[in-house]
């Protein structure tokens, strides 16, 4: 793994952004999948909404993921081992990049068939705790015609990557605007901030 957050922090510092195959392993993944969270999205998961509490508004011309955030003190051992797994690359990025990062949020997300994340920025006005934005997606066998690519959009050009089981992007909060395409089939993930903050 330490190579692994090695390569985070290099491409990081190249160019905002990396991208980071295997974060998970296949079987790490099929165990996340198999939790019930996952396997009955439908009675647990909560439509997302843009902006935070009090001024959360629903919008489905914006956003159309449905997601579960998950507490470190009560998720389940599948979900703890991606948990535990950022907490090590919060450490080693504040060793190698001298930063102080502190604490992860991270929530389990579901985009259903034709669904997306208009062009945004993750950092709220008001709040700029939200350092790197981490996604690992969680879809065995996507293929490039399914769509659902995350595009980042980057000085005159862009970047598409696919939502492929196992995958990790991690990217600057604050300079990175992206967007989530539409896709042929549901994709899954689990989506995240690291934030130079502890959260209660
Ligand atoms: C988000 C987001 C990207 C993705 O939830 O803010 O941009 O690839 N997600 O799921
Ligand atoms: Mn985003």
């Given at each position: 793994m330490n190579e692994?957050f090695d ?85 080693n ?108």
């Amino acid at each position: 793994m330490n190579e692994i957050f090695d390569r985070i922090a290099d491409e990081l510092v190249d160019k905002n952004y990396a991208i980071i195959d295997s974060f998970l392993s296949p079987e790490e993944v099929k165990a996340i999948l198999a939790l019930p969270h996952f396997a009955q999205h439908e009675q647990h998961f909560k439509k997302a909404g843009i902006g935070k509490n009090a001024d959360l508004q629903i919008n489905e011309a914006i956003r159309g993921d449905y997601i579960l955030w998950l507490d470190k003190n009560t998720a389940p051992p599948a979900a703890l081992v991606y948990l535990n797994r950022l907490g090590e690359l919060i450490q080693n990025l504040n060793q190698s990049l001298f930063l102080s990062l502190k604490d992860y949020e991270v929530h389990m997300t579901v985009y259903p068939v034709g669904t997306y994340y208009k062009r945004h920025l993750d950092q709220f006005k008001k709040d700029d705790k939200r350092k790197l934005s981490v996604i690992c997606y969680l879809n065995e066998e996507w293929k490039e015609e399914q769509g659902g690519q995350l595009r980042i959009y980057t000085e005159g050009t862009s970047q598409d990557v696919l939502p492929i089981a196992g995958r990790l992007v991690c990217f600057r909060s604050d300079v990175l605007e992206h967007e989530v395409l539409p896709a042929t089939r549901e994709r899954l993930s689990l989506t995240g901030w690291i934030l130079d903050q502890v959260i209660l």
